[in-house]
């Protein structure tokens, strides 16, 4: 649980947590650096194609740099629907803003700081009780 979580492994916990059997057969890869074969390719294309993600203007994606805590928190929000109306002068403000609302955020986690297995865990779960 004290692991720091990569991009890629965020994607599989999102995408599973709202999709519980996602159709995941993709025959040719999403990014530059998404290569078919790694168990990840399916969440990250699957996660493209819904409009989740878009990755770098470069055409990769970074399957293995880790992830912050306003991405995964904004990679989750939008997953389960969320998408902010107004825009901020901080890219992830609305998110901090609407997670703060909802009384969802991991409060102990700065904005740039990278999330943990646990953290992720017990963001998800905060979200989808409130979803649900």
Request: glycine share 6%; aromatic share 12%; hydrophobic share 35%.
């Amino acid at each position: 649980p004290n692991n720091t979580l990569n991009r890629a492994e965020l994607l599989k916990i999102v995408i599973l947590a709202k999709y519980p059997e996602p159709a995941l057969s993709y025959s040719e890869s999403c990014f530059n650096d998404v290569y078919l074969g790694a168990w990840y390719t399916h969440y990250v294309c699957f996660a493209k194609e819904k409009g989740i993600i878009q990755g770098y203007p470069n055409g990769t994606f970074k399957p293995s740099q880790e992830i912050t805590y306003t991405e995964a928190l904004k990679i989750t929000l939008e997953i389960m629907g969320y998408s902010p109306t107004q825009s901020t002068k901080v890219w992830y403000q609305a998110y901090l803003d609407k997670a703060s609302t909802m009384k969802i955020g991991l409060d102990s986690l700065a904005p740039g700081q990278s999330i943990t297995r646990g953290g992720m865990a017990q963001l998800i779960m905060n979200v989808m009780k409130y979803t649900i």
